[in-house]
């Protein structure tokens, strides 16, 4: 009779057990409902400028100085465009234009220096190499502010103050973008490929510019983004270098207004509503060029 009840005894607390399992622990929810949060929060700090800027730059002085910016009635954007357009006889569309040779032209050349200058560092040996690039890495770490004034004295012996060339030599330089350009040389330029170029008889020119500078796309669009962004809101440099007003780029023209809206209220909604121009080639350039950039960011994540 005990041998028949053993194994009951024994089962029982076995069955007990599978009828009741422990629910499973989910450690992953508090922490991915906090990360969500903080995206959204970050996203809503991030659009709630751009958000206020769009809707003051459709108001006149008056709602700007008490406050109504965010309201949805008494839009005046056009009001705002025109008296954009004829202020000054059109002088902030020449801010906008010069801001546009500034930025689009320096980058496009810079971004193409800075790939000669990477390419040259990855696929060349000479003497001094490596001490030569440690110094390009000793110029990222120089902030811009600290050379306006020796490019200042510099732009004066050679007689180029308050001219173009006085803003636009100086953006042709990005140590940055020659460190960048050089990473992205080793990893979009094999060696094979090029000493099979030279294989057929191909020369260094030919070779960089119908096989490197095209393979190393994705670098030079990345350079050009750092640098178009750079240019079009370095403010210091042109106003240290710069007296003519109609050599101003767009952010040190509508700096100049800024100043006067203390005794010309009327100049507010003209600084907010070319406040709002102002961002929208940093907006085209990165949506029709992020294709590329992203691209160039993911570079050497996949071997």
Known sequence: MSATLTPSRRTAPATGRAANPRPPRRPWTLSKTAVNGALVLATVYTLLPLGWLITA???????????????PERFHLGQNLHDLATTGDGIYFRWYLNSLLYAGLG???????????GYAFH?????????????????VLVPTTALA???YLLASELHVVNTFWAVFVPSLVNP???YLARVFCAGYVPGEVLEAARMDGAGELRTFWSIGLKMVMPGFVTVFLFQFTAIWNNFFLPLVML??????????GLYAWNTQTHAFPEYYPLVVTGSLLAV???????VVLQRHWKAGLTAGSVK
């Open 280 to 286: 929208l080639p940093l907006v085209i350039a990165f």
């Open 176 to 178: 940055f973008g020659v």
């Open 107 to 117: 980058a496009v050349l810079c971004a193409f220096v800075c790939v000669c200058a």
């Open 57 to 71: 730059s459709a108001k006149n002085t008056g709602d700007l100085l008490v406050g109504r910016t965010l309201t």
């Open 123 to 139: 696929v060349y040996r000479f003497p001094g190499k490596e001490q030569l690039f440690g110094l390009v890495l000793l110029g």
């Open 243 to 252: 007296s003519d007003n109609r050599l101003f780029p767009v952010s040190l």
């Open 149 to 151: 004034l020796p490019m």
